[in-house]
């Protein structure tokens, strides 16, 4: 493992143990007579991100094949989520046997084999035109489109968009050989942080909720400075990065207004289905599209940012 990987998990690792004991010292006044959702929100999420680091750093340590086995991992969990709330019939069982056994198997082995000609347009086009045939063969109309369009739709967000995120190790930048890693590293670290810090920021000094029927406690305020910390964050992590310090800033800001997109679609398709979390896999915090949900719409975008300005 490079040795800046080592010292980022390092600080990581250092930053996650300071911010436990922080909570567990809050929790220790709440349990005083001062109740707080905010602390119990954050205490929650600092746990995930144990279990997210460690993952990462077992899977960095076991080089670019690990990482992609742990996104594929990831994306069969989350397409299982998905689906497990999706309206299906019997006669879907064909097309999503297909969507989980061979389109997220592929699409991960071609991001191992780096062929990018293929990998991007797998799923939106080759899924797009085979799914809905294998569902239509069973003769079963009752609300087929809807049923076609949400196995699409999860192919699309809990596989492909997913596999950006290792895709990212395949990108080859000048000056910047065997880093994409790091790449990896910064994302999650930009997105993760700004929407834990939007959460922070609305709660403090929310104002105008930005999507009430949805979440009133998601506000403009308080997206606006989760967004404005990201690209702070993003400028100060740009060593992990080819971008300058401007740069970094720049597109950090437009990862985590993405993710702040992917936040609110993911919330009002809970809202549609009527359901508080995803899954149960994560203690007290849902299931992995609960914490995905932002990586999963700012992944596509940052890679194709370094595609376009930096890969050679």
């Known amino acids: 493992m490079r040795h800046d990987l080592v010292t980022l998990f390092a600080g990581v690792f250092a930053l996650l143990l300071a911010a436990s004991l922080a909570g567990s010292v809050l929790s220790r006044r709440r349990a005083s007579g001062e109740p ?4 119990d929100t954050l205490n929650a999420r600092i746990k995930a991100w144990w279990w ?4 990462l750093a077992i899977a960095s340590a076991l080089g670019t094949g690990g990482v992609i086995v742990l996104f594929a991992f990831i994306s069969f969990l989350c397409l299982r989520e998905y689906v497990s709330i999706a309206y299906t019939r019997r006669t879907d ?3 999503l046997a297909l969507a989980f056994f061979f389109f997220l198997p592929l699409q991960y082995v071609l991001v191992g084999w780096r062929w990018f000609e293929v990998y991007v347009v797998l799923i939106p086009v080759y899924g797009f035109l085979t799914l809905p045939a294998f569902a239509a063969l069973s003769s079963d109309t009752t609300r087929y489109f809807e049923r076609a369009a ?3 739709a999860a192919l699309v967000t809990c596989v492909y968009c997913v596999s950006y995120v290792p895709a990212l190790m395949t990108l080859r930048i000048a000056g910047f050989e065997d880093g994409g890693l790091l790449l990896i590293a910064w994302l999650v670290l930009v997105v993760q942080v700004s929407d834990l810090l939007q959460h922070v920021w609305g709660r403090l000094f929310g104002r105008h909720p930005v999507a009430p029927a949805l979440s009133p406690t998601r506000t403009l305020e308080g997206v606006t400075g989760g967004v404005m910390s990201a690209g702070v964050l993003g400028a100060v992590l740009s060593w992990l990065t080819p971008f300058s310090v401007a740069q970094a800033a720049g597109v950090a800001v437009v990862c985590a207004i ?3 997109f992917g936040s609110v679609a993911w ?3 809970k809202r549609d289905r009527g359901i508080r979390d995803w899954g149960t896999i994560l203690e007290r915090h849902g299931g992995m599209l609960d914490r995905l949900d932002s990586v999963i719409f700012a992944a596509p975008v940052y890679f194709h940012v370094l595609y ?3 890969h050679k």
């Open 308 to 310: 376009l300005g930096w």
């Open 36 to 39: 707080s959702e905010l602390v």
């Open 267 to 269: 919330l009002a398709v």
């Open 258 to 260: 993405m993710g702040s």
């Open 52 to 55: 997210m680091t460690l993952a």
């Open 150 to 152: 949400k196995v699409l």
């Open 93 to 95: 069982h064909w097309a």
